[in-house]
T-cell receptor, first 115, second 118 residues
């Protein structure tokens, strides 16, 4: 459970605020992911970084801005969010060694509430 | 394209009775399949995974799942439910096709909430 950590665990922000979510993985992995989990919807993949390069962006609004300074850290910068952005934001990491069946390990998430 | 369907959004069983959580998948390639569990206010924890080895996969906490290609199913079972099993369970498929960088794209089901009756 301590392999992937996320801070803060809870965040309440107004629509005009700017905040950042932080994720850190201690597993030696080389890929990191941001997911959004909303009530009654499947997990939505937002961003993928592999070897510190963004390789996928699933049409996420520009008010979400990711940053991956190194293979162990991942940030999600937030600005001018909307109430519908309230959700649980999950970070995950994996090892991209081309072996089928690679597993993603998840952090505990940040519960975001936008007022 | 790949997809996964969890047939029940909510399952209730009595403590000590068997658990069955159903999952069907669709994949264009040889799939990897996973079950994750999410306890309240926690992240997702891997229960077990299938990656084209043995079709009966044993996971943590007494759970197991059987890959049935002919039925495109990967149902999760446990012989005897414990109160601590109450959680949300997600079936996940990956087509192993990955992308240029080799990392796999996971497709999640909508989840099954398991309630254990004392």
């Amino acid at each position: 459970e301590t392999g992937v950590t996320q801070t803060p665990r809870h965040l309440v922000m107004g629509m005009t605020n700017k905040k950042s979510l932080k994720c850190e993985q201690h597993l030696g992995h080389n890929a990191m992911y941001w997911y959004k989990q909303s009530a009654k919807k499947p997990l939505e993949l937002m961003f993928v970084y592999s070897l510190e390069e963004r390789v996928e962006n699933n049409s996420v609004p520009s008010r979400f801005s990711p940053e991956c300074p190194n293979s162990s850290h991942l940030f999600l910068h937030l600005h001018t969010l909307q109430p519908e952005d309230s959700a649980l934001y999950l970070c995950a990491s994996s090892q991209t060694d081309r072996v089928p069946g690679g597993t993603q390990y998840f952090g505990p998430g940040t519960r975001l509430t936008v007022l | 394209a790949q997809s996964v369907t969890q047939l029940d959004s909510h399952v209730s069983v009595s403590e000590g009775t068997p658990v069955l959580l159903r999952c069907n998948y669709s994949s264009s390639y040889s799939p990897s399949l996973f079950w994750y569990v999410q306890h309240p206010n926690k992240g997702l924890q891997l229960l077990l995974k299938y990656t084209s080895a043995a079709t009966l996969v044993k996971g943590i906490n007494g759970f197991e799942a059987e890959f049935k290609k002919s039925e495109t199913s990967f149902h999760l079972t446990k012989p005897s439910a414990h109160m601590s099993d109450a959680a949300e369970y997600f079936c996940v498929v990956s087509d192993q096709k990955g992308n240029l960088f080799g990392n796999e794209k996971l497709t999640f089901g909508t989840g099954t909430r398991l309630t254990i009756i004392p």
